[in-house]
């Protein structure tokens, strides 16, 4: 018979994730939390997870949610450990990711009295978490209905703070289904309401009559209806839809490089550009550029459409649609028309120009940053889902056409490069497909305790653009005219050989473009263990090539 913990606070903790099919714990070790760990591990309902490093164990957690779509529970000690969870759960907060961090502590008497492993736990997320649950010794199957609950319905990160007094690792032998019933729990899924229709028509009226109106698509996981939404869209000739490739929509009439349309443009032709209408949906935008034009050059209406928020990013929002974007299309649909424009006809000439001019100009680049990406994007296998990192990879990343049956995921909620790595792994282990994670140099080594993961699919492929340093450094204006650029460049003359060898990863490199294309050919095929290729590339060229690649692209 199983063994269980005899705590009543961590029977309840997981009787209650049991309950809501919390089926997936990430644990990492400790003391403190040894009641939770013995009731999560006899529990033959939940698959439990061990890894070591707390930061690298959210952001592994937060990759399973990101595929998912469902909440998993994440289980600490106390004290410090905790606070390695914050970057995950930011990250979370953002992109509206659900994750139940569940908190080992010591009780009250032994807080700030001079005791070990000690801090000030409760409500130390509060500023980004949406729930924050401090037990009692006694009944509180209420908070964690509101916790978990909270974490399902409104997508985000909820904390659950258990204090345990000692002993901590007492069990009783019982019958699991014979643990208190947890009463009058019943989830309360979100149930959208449609929009009124005679609200809705004044929306329609402005929109009927404009001739310039933009979509602005954001981070979205892969959805057909709104595929086939926002093809509906641009049979209209006044509509522009504007996609990034984290969006997860595709089609030809799509402008799908946002910099690469915008950034030759001079003044008179951004004022062309500027919309009447703009309707923004999905989560945070990468591009700087079109967040710069919207902000000078404002559409006369905003609205976004999203069940949960909007931000105010181009500081202009006039009106929140607080429903899902399929939901409000399908309704607004019945009330539009298409307007007579050459709004849309005249920026995907421009978009066509952009593009044969950067053909040409990939055809003649030398080997540099640019030209691995025109190398590696068309290499990846069809359906395989694409992770990259922050900073330079996300931003090359949107240069290009990638192919559509490619699922493409980014942390874009703080656009930090502190757990890329980690969350690509977590992504891996959920989505069992093909995954391949391209990322930089920094944001690599920051987290290479990712690698120390016994959950690693021999599938999963790294592929590290190597160029000595944080390359976007010398980019963007500011560092490479200040007599610090060291500081901001950080440069190194580490590779991830020994990592590789240390966590059983098969290890390539290539310099070039010959040796490039030969590793790429036979780079994602099957094989007993994960694979890295490091790509070395010349850190005082990169941002050269990239600057001319931008003024070549001028008419």
Same mark, same amino acid.
């Given at each position: 018979?199983?063994?269980?913990?005899?705590?009543?606070?961590?029977?309840?903790?997981?009787?209650?994730?049991?309950?809501?099919?919390?089926?997936?714990?990430?644990?990492?070790?400790?003391?403190?939390?040894?009641?939770?760990?013995?009731?999560?591990?006899?529990?033959?309902?939940?698959?439990?997870?061990?890894?070591?490093?707390?930061?690298?164990?959210?952001?592994?957690?937060?990759?399973?949610?990101?595929?998912?779509?469902?909440?998993?529970?994440?289980?600490?000690?106390?004290?410090?450990?905790?606070?390695?969870?914050?970057?995950?759960?930011?990250?979370?907060?953002?992109?509206?990711?659900?994750?139940?961090?569940?908190?080992?502590?010591?009780?009250?008497?032994?807080?700030?009295?001079?005791?070990?492993?000690?801090?000030?736990?409760?409500?130390?997320?509060?500023?980004?978490?949406?729930?924050?649950?401090?037990?009692?010794?006694?009944?509180?199957?209420?908070?964690?209905?509101?916790?978990?609950?909270?974490?399902?319905?409104?997508?985000?990160?909820?904390?659950?703070?258990?204090?345990?007094?000692?002993?901590?690792?007492?069990?009783?032998?019982?019958?699991?289904?014979?643990?208190?019933?947890? !009463?009058?729990?019943?989830?309360?899924?979100?149930?959208?309401? %449609? =929009? *009124?229709?005679? $609200? #809705?028509? @004044? /929306?329609?009226?402005?929109?009927?009559?404009?001739?310039?109106?933009?979509?602005?698509?954001?981070?979205?996981?892969?959805?057909?209806?709104?595929?086939?939404?926002?093809?509906?869209?641009?049979?209209?000739?006044?509509?522009?839809?504007?996609?990034?490739?984290?969006?997860?929509?595709?089609?030809? !009439?799509?402008?799908?490089?946002?910099?690469?349309?915008?950034? %030759? =443009? *001079?003044?008179? $032709? #951004?004022? @062309? /550009?500027?919309?009447?209408?703009?309707?923004?949906?999905?989560?945070?935008?990468?591009?700087?550029?079109?967040?710069?034009?919207?902000?000078?050059?404002?559409?006369?209406?905003?609205?976004?459409?999203?069940?949960?928020?909007?931000?105010?990013?181009?500081?202009?929002?006039?009106?929140?649609?607080?429903?899902?974007?399929?939901?409000?299309?399908?309704?607004?649909?019945? =009330?539009?028309?298409?307007?007579?424009?050459?709004?849309?006809?005249?920026?995907?000439?421009?978009?066509?120009?952009?593009?044969?001019?950067?053909?040409?100009?990939?055809?003649?680049?030398?080997?540099?940053?640019?030209?691995?990406?025109?190398?590696?994007?068309?290499?990846?296998?069809?359906?395989?889902?694409?992770?990259?990192?922050?900073?330079?990879?996300?931003?090359?990343?949107?240069?290009?056409?990638?192919?559509?049956?490619?699922?493409?995921?980014?942390?874009?909620?703080?656009?930090?490069?502190?757990?890329?790595?980690?969350?690509?792994?977590?992504?891996?282990?959920?989505?069992?497909?093909?995954?391949?994670?391209?990322?930089?140099?920094?944001?690599?080594?920051?987290?290479?305790?990712?690698?120390?993961?016994?959950?690693?699919?021999?599938?999963?492929?790294?592929?590290?653009?190597?160029?000595?340093?944080?390359?976007?450094?010398?980019?963007?204006?500011?560092?490479?005219?200040?007599?610090?650029?060291?500081?901001?460049?950080?440069?190194?003359?580490?590779?991830?050989?020994?990592?590789?060898?240390?966590?059983?990863?098969?290890?390539?490199?290539?310099?070039?473009?010959?040796?490039?294309?030969?590793?790429?050919?036979?780079?994602?095929?099957?094989?007993?263990?994960?694979?890295?290729?490091?790509?070395?590339?010349?850190?005082?060229?990169?941002?050269?090539?990239?600057?001319?690649?931008?003024?070549?692209?001028?008419?």
């Amino acid at each position: 018979m199983p063994k269980f913990p005899k705590n009543s606070l961590a029977k309840q903790v997981v009787n209650n994730c049991i309950h809501y099919t919390i089926n997936t714990v990430v644990i990492s070790p400790g003391s403190r939390n040894a009641p939770l760990i013995i009731g999560f591990n006899e529990a033959k309902e939940i698959e439990t997870l061990s890894i070591v490093d707390e930061r690298c164990a959210a952001f592994f957690a937060l990759g399973i949610a990101q595929q998912t779509r469902k909440p998993v529970a994440l289980v600490c000690s106390s004290g410090s450990a905790l606070l390695n969870y914050y970057p995950a759960i930011a990250e979370a907060f953002y992109s509206n990711i659900p994750l139940i961090v569940i908190s080992a502590d010591r009780p009250k008497y032994l807080i700030d009295v001079g005791d070990g492993q000690t801090i000030r736990q409760e409500n130390v997320f509060a500023n980004h978490s949406l729930f924050n649950a401090n037990l009692k010794v006694s009944n509180s199957n209420l908070q964690l209905k509101q916790a978990i609950e909270t974490a399902i319905n409104k997508k985000g990160p909820v904390h659950i703070n258990v204090p345990f007094d000692e002993p901590l690792y007492e069990t009783e032998e019982i019958d699991f289904e014979k643990i208190e019933e947890i !009463k009058e729990v019943k989830e309360s899924l979100i149930d959208e309401t %449609p =929009l *009124e229709v005679d $609200e #809705l028509q @004044k /929306f329609a009226d402005i929109w009927n009559t404009s001739t310039k109106k933009m979509v602005l698509v954001g981070e979205h996981f892969p959805n057909e209806l709104l595929q086939i939404q926002l093809e509906h869209l641009v049979k209209d000739p006044s509509v522009l839809v504007l996609i990034e490739n984290t969006a997860n929509v595709s089609h030809p !009439k799509f402008i799908n490089s946002i910099d690469k349309l915008i950034f %030759p =443009l *001079e003044d008179f $032709e #951004l004022e @062309k /550009f500027q919309p009447d209408i703009l309707i923004s949906l999905g989560g945070l935008i990468v591009s700087k550029k079109i967040k710069q034009h919207l902000r000078k050059y404002q559409p006369k209406h905003h609205w976004h459409a999203d069940a949960k928020r909007a931000f105010d990013t181009f500081q202009c929002l006039e009106h929140h649609f607080k429903i899902s974007p399929q939901l409000f299309f399908s309704q607004f649909f019945f =009330l539009t028309k298409n307007t007579d424009s050459n709004y849309q006809q005249f920026w995907l000439q421009k978009k066509a120009i952009r593009l044969k001019k950067h053909q040409e100009f990939m055809n003649t680049c030398k080997f540099s940053d640019l030209k691995v990406f025109s190398k590696l994007l068309p290499s990846i296998p069809d359906n395989s889902l694409l992770q990259l990192s922050n900073s330079s990879v996300i931003r090359y990343s949107q240069l290009f056409d990638i192919n559509k049956t490619l699922q493409v995921f980014c942390n874009r909620g703080t656009s930090g490069i502190d757990g890329s790595t980690s969350t690509a792994i977590g992504a891996s282990f959920a989505a069992q497909n093909n995954t391949v994670f391209i990322t930089g140099d920094i944001s690599f080594f920051y987290d290479s305790n990712a690698l120390w993961n016994n959950y690693i699919p021999t599938n999963f492929r790294i592929i590290l653009l190597n160029n000595s340093g944080g390359g976007i450094f010398r980019f963007i204006p500011g560092p490479k005219d200040s007599n610090a650029l060291d500081y901001f460049e950080t440069p190194h003359n580490l590779t991830s050989e020994h990592l590789c060898k240390m966590y059983n990863f098969e290890y390539l490199t290539a310099d070039n473009e010959v040796d490039l294309n030969l590793k790429l050919s036979k780079f994602f095929e099957k094989s007993e263990h994960p694979r890295l290729l490091e790509i070395f590339t010349p850190r005082e060229e990169n941002d050269k090539i990239l600057k001319a690649y931008f003024n070549n692209l001028k008419e």
